[in-house]
């Protein structure tokens, strides 16, 4: 099966061409204020309506109150909810889109024990920052750890870059990746050669 692929951390308008022209499955747009690659709606608006159909818009989100929630989807046409921080699973559920639940294993959490409170996520994005911190931080964590009887697919992120994803997919055989840091030129800034190189590395490692 063929590796999906996420670009999150999309500010830029010449980013997501540079996404799309890429190949890539869908882009990430943060509603997290302290984050460096937070946008506001407005802006989110204008980056959607360069997405061509069947690349998916995803919000990333961080215990953010569920009014903030309501009025981005107000504004935006995003089809996929992210959540990084401590939500429960009610709360995630409660905006009737499909949601990806991000667990934090990078400080020895047990992935399988955190996966079981979110039974009807759709998919869970395994990260390299501790559970319920903000993602984004470019720390890569033991693939080896990724348990292989996960109910729903998988989605591996944490210090994904060109140089180390062909191995990743051939470790982990995951639904999908989401990579950052690992493509950009400065927070927030993404380069289009390391985008199209990741995507060859993807690629790569699916074959091999």
């Given at each position: 099966m063929r590796t999906r692929v996420k670009i999150c951390g999309i500010t830029r308008e010449a980013d997501v061409a540079a996404a799309v022209a890429a190949g890539v499955d869908a882009v990430g747009l943060v509603f997290y204020p302290k984050s460096s690659r937070y946008i506001e709606p407005a802006t989110a608006v204008r980056l959607v309506s360069r997405l061509?159909?069947?690349?998916?818009?995803?919000?990333?989100?961080?215990?953010?109150d569920a009014d903030?929630?309501?009025?981005?989807?107000?504004?935006v046409?995003?089809?996929v909810l992210q959540f990084h921080g401590l939500e429960p699973a009610a709360y995630?559920?409660?905006?009737?889109?499909?949601?990806?639940k991000a667990l934090g294993v990078g400080a020895d959490e047990d992935a399988g024990t955190l996966a079981q409170a979110y039974p009807d996520a759709s998919a869970l994005l395994l990260d390299g920052h501790a559970h319920g911190q903000a993602g984004g931080t470019g720390r890569s964590f033991d693939w080896r750890r990724v348990p292989r009887d996960f109910a729903q697919p998988?989605?591996?992120?944490?210090?994904?870059?060109?140089?180390?994803v062909a191995e990743a997919v051939r470790m982990v055989r995951p639904y999908a990746v989401d990579v950052s840091s690992g493509?950009?030129?400065?927070?927030?800034i993404k380069d289009a050669?390391?985008?199209?190189a990741f995507m060859s590395e993807v690629r790569r490692g699916d074959s091999e």
């Open positions: 061509p159909p069947f690349v998916t818009p995803v919000g990333l989100f961080m215990d953010a903030q929630v309501r009025e981005v989807l107000r504004q046409r995003i089809d995630c559920r409660g905006f009737g889109r499909p949601y990806m998988i989605v591996l992120a944490g210090g994904l870059k060109p140089d180390n493509v950009e030129a400065a927070p927030g050669g390391l985008i199209e």
